[in-house]
């Protein structure tokens, strides 16, 4: 006899916790052309949704990466539709993206999704991309035009998506492989559904590869060592569910650097760490009773005397 128990759960909310509304300022998309395998999402074995979060990354054809498209967030949405009949019903994700160009690579974009079967991620004000687009049913482009009216218009390229899933807009954690980088370089075999971050939680922390050290950007790999010329100033980081991340140099207490909550999207630190010194940061990995604290990188702070024996790795 099947198992046909319920998998509803309970669904809370916490009495001041804000839920910042809109989509950030750049999208990213691609051809299904170009994807070689999907990541999935999570059934039971009556084929109902156990998760609205992808597992795994995207796998793209070799040379392929995500494109970006800014717009103005004030300007653009996504929403979400139920569309069908029981017990057939499915979600209609509808996204609709103003760029505020019309130029030739604005109109040369236009025509090529208009033609193309494609997948967008949007980047909500939380950190947590959605996806619009499934491996199951086409997804509609269409894109619009307006060169503006008189002296007090305003000029448009705006980008009209509607795409079938099976749940709305699921959330996505993996690799985003661009022309600068790799967004979530480590990827993960196991996403979040992009709530608030806790000690305890369920959620899988993600730590975005650009890190910002006396306000400039690097790229970071794990295990990596960077030699910087001069003191150390100031720390950026950003992510998703950060839980804790520290640093510690020789003769000082290990120090939690300050994550900033809900969703743990960026943690700072400012002061000032003379060279020379070897600085090792840790961050927290894992997902709630395999969590695990582990050496993400070291910096290398040496006096201006030995900046030619730097080894840099610089963002773009």
């Known amino acids: 006899m099947a198992d046909c128990s319920s998998l509803q759960k309970s669904l809370v909310w916490c009495q001041g916790r804000p839920e910042l509304p809109g989509v950030k300022r750049r999208i990213y998309y691609i051809s299904k052309y170009d994807i070689v395998k999907w990541p999935t999402l999570q059934h039971d074995a009556n084929g109902r949704l156990t998760s609205a979060s992808y ?9 392929s990466k995500w494109k970006y498209i800014d717009i103005i967030a004030d300007k653009s ?155 150390l100033s100031s720390m950026k980081f950003t992510g998703k569910d950060m839980t804790s991340i520290t640093y510690e140099y020789q003769g000082e207490i290990e120090t939690e650097i300050d994550v900033e909550y809900p969703a743990g999207t960026v943690a700072t630190w400012k002061g000032s760490i003379t060279a020379p010194k070897t600085i090792t940061i840790r961050r927290t990995e894992g997902q709630r009773d395999n969590r695990q604290v582990v050496v993400w990188f070291t910096i290398e702070l040496v006096t201006s005397s030995s900046s030619n024996d730097e080894d840099e790795s610089w963002g773009d």
């Open 55 to 63: 597992s795994g990354d995207f796998t793209l054809l070799a040379d």
């Open 77 to 231: 949405q996504l929403t979400s539709e139920a569309q069908g009949e029981y017990p057939s019903q499915t979600q209609l994700n509808k996204l609709v993206a103003v760029h505020p160009g019309v130029d030739a690579e604005a109109t040369a974009a236009a025509a090529y999704l208009n033609n193309n079967d494609n997948v967008f991620l949007v980047e909500d004000m939380r950190g947590a991309f959605r996806v619009v687009g499934s491996e199951k049913w086409p997804t509609k482009t269409t894109v619009t035009q307006d060169l503006g009216q008189g002296v007090t218009g305003s000029t448009s390229t705006t980008i009209n998506v509607e795409a079938t899933d099976e749940c709305p807009a699921p959330f996505y954690a993996g690799k985003i492989v661009v022309d600068e980088g790799t967004i979530n370089e480590d990827g993960n075999s196991s996403q979040s559904s992009g709530g608030s971050s806790s000690g305890g939680g369920s959620s899988v922390p993600v730590y975005d590869s650009g890190v910002y050290l006396n306000g400039m950007l690097y790229n970071i790999t794990k295990g990596s060592k960077l030699t910087i010329a001069g003191n």
